[in-house]
């Protein structure tokens, strides 16, 4: 018996065709999809890293440009908000609060160019003051002359009209110098020490000299000059608050805030100010730090109210000047400090705390500060 076998095959090519252009025709779909794919997810990528990198450059330049006079003058739960645009990535918004006297909590939220992605991230920042140790109202290592109506005081005084205080600290020494013998302590018209206050009146400490004046922690009176946020030339100045409408001018070089106006426009700008060269003031009022770099000459009412750093010779007389919080005159070149006339020179806790707070930058913690919230 034979079997009848077909061997004909024509007809199988356009089936076997069509089925090939079918699977080819899937692939460079499926290809397709995935490049378009690919390209969707490099895009979001790219958008996402976009505001990424937004938000975080929005944080660092609130470190970068801390201003203390905003900030630091801000109360305990008050937020201010900030926005800008990073160059080649996108735009930031958000806010800065105040979560206690030192700690700061700003929260950034970044967009990509075309603000269709968004990241935010968060920051915990503290105040770093720095370190500046008082140990009496008037500390020197050169002569010293006293007289007259002036009057050195060790005691804490409060500033007048100041609030947020810190308790009252016991009385420093009036007057802290090397060696109070001979002339280089010497008085005018201030029988039995009667123009000085503190306990004691007179210090005499062996270890003050050019190196313990000029050292405040890690730094040395020129690293301080880094520290600045006013810069100044020397020369004869008037010191007063200035305002351009209803903002305080922190562009004139002799405003240094109004002490005196706490409440004021200018009551919550507290300069770290450098001045290069021998400076000459005849009134008015300053507050924060003051740090010459040369001598220091008072003539006429001048009231101010911080730290008072004096690499030179300081000498106030006639109405003479106020210092409020404590003066250091380092006295390099051991010329005579003079406080005669109405001068007044007295330790202020208060002064130096508001002083050093309000000028103090704000710097990440330094562990667990950085957070990317989404």
């Known amino acids: 018996m034979h079997r009848l076998v077909i061997r004909n095959t024509r007809g199988v090519a356009l089936p076997m ?4 252009l079918v699977v080819i025709g899937v692939l460079v779909g499926a290809s397709f999809f995935i490049g378009r794919q690919e390209q969707i997810v490099g895009r979001n990528t790219v958008r996402l890293q976009q505001a990424f990198a937004a938000s975080e450059g929005g944080l660092q330049l609130q470190v970068v440009n801390w201003d203390p006079s905003v900030y630091n003058a801000m109360a305990v739960g008050d937020s201010a908000v900030f926005g800008g645009t990073i160059t080649g990535s996108g735009w930031y918004r958000g806010s800065i609060r105040r979560l206690n006297d030192l700690l700061f909590l700003a929260r950034s939220e970044g967009f990509s160019r075309d603000s269709n992605s968004r990241q935010q991230t968060g920051m915990l920042l503290r105040l770093r003051p720095v370190e500046l140790d008082i140990t009496a ?3 020197t290592q050169g002569q010293v002359k006293v007289g007259g109506s002036s009057f050195t005081d060790g005691n804490d005084n409060l500033p007048p009209g ?7 600290e016991p009385a420093l020494p009036g007057i802290q110098l090397p060696d109070s013998s001979g002339s280089n302590f010497t008085t005018s018209g201030c029988g039995g020490l009667s123009c000085i206050a503190g306990n004691p009146k007179i210090e005499e400490d062996s ?12 730094a040395n009176f020129d690293d301080w000059e880094d520290l600045a946020t006013k810069r100044i030339t020397g020369g004869n100045r008037k010191i007063e608050p200035s305002v351009v409408g209803s903002q305080c001018n922190k562009a004139d070089p002799n405003n240094l805030g109004s002490p005196l106006a706490p409440t004021g426009t200018c009551g919550g700008y507290f300069p770290i100010t450098w001045v290069d ?5 005849n009134g008015v ?7 010459v770099n040369g001598d220091l000459d008072v003539q006429g009412g001048f009231e101010f109210y911080g730290p008072v750093i004096v690499k030179g010779r300081l000498s106030t007389q006639g ?7 404590g003066v250091i005159a380092a006295n390099v070149d051991l010329d005579q400090n003079t406080v005669l006339g109405n001068a007044v020179i007295s330790f202020s806790s208060c002064a130096l705390a508001k002083a050093l707070q309000n000028s103090a930058p704000a710097a990440p913690l330094r562990s667990r500060s950085w957070a990317n919230l989404y």
């Open 162 to 168: 100041w609030t947020g205080c810190p308790a009252l």
């Open 207 to 218: 270890t003050i000299n050019d190196s313990t004046l000029t050292t405040f922690g890690d």
């Open 285 to 291: 009022q300053g507050q924060g730090v003051l740090l």
């Open 319 to 325: 109405t003479g000047g106020h210092f409020n919080g």
């Open 137 to 139: 109202a008037l500390k």
């Open 17 to 20: 065709a069509i089925f090939a």
């Open 277 to 281: 060269g021998d400076l000459t003031v």
